[in-house]
């Protein structure tokens, strides 16, 4: 098993362009969230889904938008990237509430940087 | 506002030695703890957890202590190794009061440094 797996591992955009965030778990799991991680702010929460076809917003969805059109994949995409949104973004996986062993699984990281 | 608070942003401790790292949280919804522990260029990795309806959970070298009272919780790394040197974050989630909320809330970690 790959486990969770990000694409692509770094990028540089320029302000103003799009780009998308590829998100794939192999572990059959439900729940996946996509957050991001900026020095001395810990992982805020950017927007999860708890099934296919479902999404939500987290602590910090503006500038955002995703997608979970397949269960396996959840997909992060920016429509005009501002240097603010300059950071590492991880996506995590878990399998679904109520069982005691559920925990998140995280991938390696996307270092985006905006300029 | 910072629910999940982290006041020690480093640490450094002997090799063998024991490792305490604290968090302290503010919302008293939050009622499942969790460790991670993050290795540069890595994703954070699942380390131990805690419920509320305990106050400890020990699991190899790794204990959580939980003190629902003063809304504060540990992890002890005994003894300390080399390899534990890494960044380690404490979260929370409401996990039961709020059945299906799978949404963590981190604090902004400590950079442990074992030194050999």
């Known amino acids: 098993n790959a486990g969770v797996t990000q694409t692509p591992k770094f990028r540089v955009l320029k302000t103003g362009q799009s780009m998308t965030l590829l998100c794939a778990q192999d572990m059959n799991h439900e729940y996946m969230y996509w957050y991001r991680q900026d020095p001395g702010m810990g992982l805020r929460l950017i927007h999860y889904?708890?099934?296919?076809?479902?999404?939500a917003k987290g602590e910090v969805p503006d500038g955002y938008n995703v997608s979970r059109l397949k269960k396996q994949n959840f997909l992060l995409g920016l429509e005009s990237a501002a240097p603010s949104q300059t950071s590492v973004y991880f996506c995590?996986?878990?399998?679904?509430?109520?069982?005691?062993?559920?925990?998140?699984?995280f991938g390696p990281g996307t270092r985006l940087t905006v300029l | 506002d910072q629910q999940v608070k982290q006041n020690s942003p480093s640490l450094s401790v002997q090799e063998g030695r024991i490792s305490i790292l604290n968090c302290d949280y503010t919302n008293s919804m939050f009622d499942y703890f969790l460790w991670y522990k993050k290795y540069p260029a890595e994703g954070p990795t699942f380390l131990i957890s805690i419920s509320s309806i305990k106050d400890k959970n020990e699991d190899g070298r790794f204990t959580v202590f939980l003190n629902k009272s003063a809304k504060h919780l540990s992890l002890h790394i005994v003894p300390s190794q080399p390899g534990d040197s890494a960044v380690y974050f404490c979260a929370a989630s409401e996990r039961f009061t709020n059945f299906g909320n799978e949404k963590l809330t981190f604090g902004t970690g400590t950079r442990l440094t074992i030194i050999p």
């Open positions: 889904s708890v099934g296919e076809g479902t999404t």
């Open positions: 995590a996986s878990s399998y679904r509430p109520g069982f005691s062993t559920d925990t998140q699984y």
